[in-house]
């Protein structure tokens, strides 16, 4: 069973800076596909910044610049630092993974609970 479980959720003002943590568990092989997505209340879920086990990674326009996605494959920690936080930026953070790389699309088997980021101005 594989187990993901975000942290570092938090509330900040516009301009501030957060980092979210994603311990994953419970997966055998060394190498996995990530991904960060986001929802607010009322709207879609969304990508935000994808990790594949190739290294390669994708934003989402809305947050390019600002927001960088990193892993910790030794202790399988997923990282989204995230800075110049603006108040459209406030939503659930959830992590997901797969061994199929799905970029940016919510089709991944595995999710965290989420983590809630609140941004004001």
């Known amino acids: 069973q594989v187990h993901l479980v975000e942290s570092g959720g938090g509330s900040v003002q516009a301009g501030g800076s957060l980092r979210l943590s994603c311990a994953v568990s419970?997966?055998?092989?060394?190498?996995?596909?990530t991904a960060w997505f986001r929802q607010a209340p009322g709207k879609e879920r969304e990508g935000v910044a994808a990790?594949?086990?190739?290294?390669?990674?994708r934003y989402a326009d809305s947050v390019k610049g600002r927001f960088t996605i990193a892993r910790d494959k030794a202790s399988h920690i997923l990282y989204l630092q995230m800075n110049n936080l603006q108040p459209e930026d406030t939503a659930m953070y959830y992590c997901a993974a797969d061994v199929i790389d799905y970029g940016l699309d919510d089709k991944y088997n595995w999710w965290g609970q989420g983590t809630q980021v609140t941004v004001s101005s």
């Open positions: 419970g997966y055998s092989y060394p190498t996995y596909c």
């Open positions: 990790l594949n086990s190739d290294e390669r990674i």
